[in-house]
């Protein structure tokens, strides 16, 4: 598990962040629950909601069930906005 940069300020930005910075778009629940040491229910969680805000796009398996049923996650045309914001937003420690 790696912590995320100082001007992440949730989740769903740290998963933003992984998604772009090191997965190049796209990872399985489980490579980034290992990555941030997220569990695999709350990051299940953080993926419903972000596409229900149109920040990801989710692949479902159909053989499978709750939590394993999201096969892969991707991000969108939001999120990727998002990302970019994220990449110049100052770290609170340069602010003082």
Request: charged fraction near 30%; glycine fraction near 4%; charge should be negative.
């Amino acid at each position: 598990m790696k912590a995320p940069p100082h001007f992440i300020r949730n989740n769903e930005e740290w998963i933003i962040w992984l998604l772009e910075a090191e997965f190049s778009g796209s990872a399985t629940p489980h490579a980034l629950s290992s990555r941030t040491g997220i569990s695999l229910d709350t990051i299940h969680d953080n993926f419903l909601y972000m596409e229900r805000v149109g920040l990801l796009s989710i692949e479902r398996d159909p053989d499978k069930r709750y939590p394993e049923e999201i096969a892969r996650v991707n991000l969108t045309e939001n999120s990727l906005r998002v990302y970019d914001e994220l990449k110049i937003r100052p770290d609170p420690g340069d602010l003082f």
